[in-house]
DNA sequence: AAAAACTGTGTCCACCGGACGCTGTTATTT
DNA sequence: AAATAACAGCGTCCGGTGGACACAGTTTTT
């Protein structure tokens, strides 16, 4: 798939009025998905959901894996403008944005693996957190930073998903209890709070300050 | 897909001697995705390569899902054991031998994602971590400790499978500087070092230590 | 008015996961 | 040893998938 189709306007053209548009096209998808996972979007049930037959669609899209990119795009939105505060509060807020379109659209998780293009969207929310990692860090460490900062919002929300409700980790785990001690020690006072994403991201950041305060 | 195959030990049968196991098949898919990747592994194809039709496939399997949970049982291995040194050495031995499952086997990243049971060995890397991890933490935060260690593993390997050769994200920078200042700051002075991995992991035990310190 | 470009549709294909029934093999029971 | 029940592998069938391609109708340009 090419990167191009993210980043190219596409101008207007001579024949008969389109009925659809790729924007319209990637939000009849995203209503799937959202109801039902990213499996359930075929071309078929899409075109179906527009009215449509699924060849109409590729005079939009060249494929599905464009127009997952799209709805990738289209999900994670514009990067919020974070102006103000330090940059601590600054990269804590871009991550609970982040966090949150992942949350509201729990297939894009599974959307980002694998070789693909970068949207300008998805550019844009890196854009916006480099520019609020302090430059004491050298690029690669600002780019670093980034990916974990992105990685772990990700991870997160990705392990989240796989330990939906009734946690499948203590539905496999009862029965084999005495084989894995530590891991019962752990549950055994572990208070119900669903708080790796805050815990991770505060240990991330003290690490970075550390690492930025031993800079100076 | 329910959690009981991948623990279930699969008792001796009466009738014709299997020419099949289950891990031959899991092996066979896996050579498959390794080098193809996991869209490659239909059962047609895992069949062919054993020199069986693909129906005979599901005498051994449910189905698919389920061959894919196997092949990452396999792909993970029984968990390394980690004795001595510091906890903070465990941890990173501990990631540098998860990473290596991941960076050995880039399928599997695509495998561990959305709602699905944990098998044994799975199971068993936690407990190995868990095992490390200091307990003047409490439960959750140990819990939290091993989501952000094995999230942050998964999440660079994942996006250095996307930034794959000849990065993506440089290919869709390239005529976009100009709007992403910060980043083309970032890439100047970038050294080519591959090094998101160990310096999130640096970052999070930096600030896992700082916990832990300030808690005694 | 003519031509070129484009849209949406219908048909076709290889492939996918999987259900089901059949035949032949084998271990257990009689 | 013979009968039987359980099991292995195969062939066929089904609905669904992404996508190629040619066609008819519409709209803009020449």
Known sequence: ????????????????KPALTVEAIADAATA??????LAAVSMQRVAADLGFTKMSLYRYLPGRAELVAVMLERALGPAPEISGGSWRDALVTWSECLREAYIGHPWALEA????????PHEMGWMEAALARIP???????????????????????AQEAT??????LTKSFAGHAAEFPAIMAALRDTTGADNA????LERILDGLE????GRV
């Not at 798939?1 to 008969?16: H, I, Q, T, V, Y």
């Not at 980002?112 to 949207?119: D, Q, S, T």
């Not at 994403?197 to 991770?200: E, I, S, T």
């Not at 550390?210 to 305060?213: F, G, K, M, R, S």
């Open 1 to 16: 798939m090419s990167a191009d189709f993210l980043w190219a306007e596409r101008p207007k053209r001579r024949g008969p």
């Open 32 to 37: 799937i998905a959202d109801a039902e996972g």
């Open 112 to 119: 980002v693996i694998g070789n693909r293009p970068i949207g």
């Open 135 to 157: 430059t004491t860090l050298t690029g690669s460490e600002r780019m670093d930073t980034v990916a974990v900062l992105a990685g772990h919002v990700r991870a997160i929300a």
């Open 163 to 168: 330990m939906g409700s009734e946690s499948e």
């Open 197 to 200: 994403f805050h815990f991770g």
């Open 210 to 213: 550390h690492l930025v305060n």
